[in-house]
Nanobody, 111 residues
Framework: QVQLVESGGGLVQPGGSLRLSCAASRSIFSNNPMGWYRQRPGKAREWVAT???????RYADSVRGRFTISRDNAKNTVSLQMTSLNPEDTAVYYCLGGEFWGQGTQVTVSA
């Protein structure tokens, strides 16, 4: 049974924006902080951002000020608004809720 489903990845030019979404089952969404991670080519998976059930958010230094994490409690969805994208942001982005991972969505930043 799929618990988390990401969407919104794609190809974007440097300086552009993308919005990722992660739809979660209600039990996961209501009881856990939700997070975004990414895995860049040839690198280990790294934390990007987290938002608690109370909507407190934290960010990795590499994305702070450019990415915004938010949650929609009515839709059981967590989103990641990404702006000022650069090629170093190219990665597969994963949603994490509790112990569950989404399948990942590819983000490619290239001219």
């Amino acid at each position: 049974q799929v618990q988390l489903v990401e969407s919104g990845g794609g190809l974007v030019q440097p300086g552009g924006s993308l919005r990722l979404s992660c739809a979660a089952s209600r039990s996961i969404f209501s009881n856990n902080p939700m997070g975004w991670y990414r895995q860049r080519p040839g690198k280990a998976r790294e934390w990007v951002a987290t938002i608690t059930t109370g909507a407190y958010s934290r960010y990795a230094d590499s994305v702070r000020g450019r990415f915004t994490i938010s949650r929609d409690n009515a839709k059981n969805t967590v989103s990641l608004q990404m702006t000022s994208l650069n090629p170093e942001d190219t990665a597969v982005y994963y949603c994490l809720g509790g112990e569950f991972w989404g399948q990942g969505t590819q983000v490619t930043v290239s001219a």
